[in-house]
């Protein structure tokens, strides 16, 4: 068994707001399209729906937003881990080596 006792704050901020981010962008892309489809709906009360512009907003807005979403929880998340396996000790795991291949 091996146990993680510590992990480090600012990788698993950058690993959570990257990965955040990414999700963030395919998100946005499905209101993209669903926003792009119905923008007609919405008459003239939202003047760049006629375009599609809501869409296009949320393509840039969902990763952003997202991605600092990620990089606080993930930030928060290391610190709190880490407060807590210094108290109750760390997560145990078992890691097995794979078959190495026999060189000739």
Same mark, same amino acid.
């Given at each position: 068994?091996?146990?993680?006792?510590? $992990?480090?704050?600012?990788?698993? @901020?950058?690993?959570?707001?990257?990965?955040?981010?990414?999700?963030?962008?395919? *998100?946005? $892309?499905?209101?993209? $399209?669903?926003?792009?489809?119905?923008?007609?709906?919405?008459?003239?009360?939202?003047? *760049? @729906?006629?375009?599609?512009?809501?869409?296009? *907003?949320?393509?840039?807005v969902f990763p952003i937003m997202y991605g600092?979403?990620?990089?606080?929880?993930?930030?928060?998340?290391?610190? $709190?881990?880490?407060?807590? @396996?210094?108290?109750i000790g760390g997560l145990e795991i078992q890691?097995?080596?794979?078959?190495?291949?026999?060189?000739?």
């Amino acid at each position: 068994m091996v146990k993680i006792e510590k $992990i480090g704050v600012s990788s698993a @901020a950058k690993i959570y707001g990257l990965t955040l981010g990414v999700l963030g962008f395919v *998100i946005g $892309i499905f209101y993209a $399209i669903f926003l792009s489809a119905f923008s007609g709906l919405l008459g003239d009360s939202f003047p *760049i @729906a006629g375009a599609g512009g809501i869409g296009l *907003i949320m393509v840039i807005v969902f990763p952003i937003m997202y991605g600092i979403i990620g990089f606080v929880v993930g930030a928060l998340g290391a610190v $709190i881990y880490n407060f807590v @396996a210094s108290k109750i000790g760390g997560l145990e795991i078992q890691l097995s080596k794979d078959d190495e291949i026999p060189m000739m």
